[in-house]
């Protein structure tokens, strides 16, 4: 699966952006999808994943009611609705697909480029 994430940008603290994730590939919907981020100096993190069939979703305690994930089978694209954002939230932000967890830890089969998002205080 490729993936190509758009959607970031630069906010204020409290705004909202939508992250958008359009996939090719004649598998996406078999896939479990994610957005994961990457801070400046940190690891990369996991965000949020969703199941294959949409019905299923799993978010990071830090983002938990202030985003939400979604995806679009017909037309091959993941959404991350952020609201509220912080700027702890300052991140590249990556889509994945083949999300899964496993040892205590996400991974994920393929990525896309990242997308950056800034929030300003």
């Known amino acids: 699966v490729q993936l190509q994430a758009s959607g970031g940008g630069l906010v204020e603290t409290g705004g909202s952006l939508r992250l958008s994730c359009a996939a090719s590939g004649r598998t996406f919907s078999t896939y479990a999808m994610g957005w994961f981020r990457q801070a400046p100096g940190k690891e990369r993190e996991f965000v949020a994943g969703i199941g294959w069939t949409g019905s299923s979703t799993s978010y990071a305690d830090s983002v938990k009611g202030r985003f939400t994930i979604s995806r679009d089978i017909a037309k091959n694209t993941v959404y991350l609705q952020m609201s509220s954002l912080k700027p702890e939230d300052t991140a590249v932000y990556y889509c994945?697909?083949?999300?899964?967890?496993?040892?205590?830890?996400?991974?994920?089969?393929?990525w896309g480029q990242g997308t950056q998002v800034t929030v300003s205080s």
């Open positions: 994945a697909a083949g999300v899964g967890y496993l040892s205590g830890s996400y991974t994920a089969k393929d």
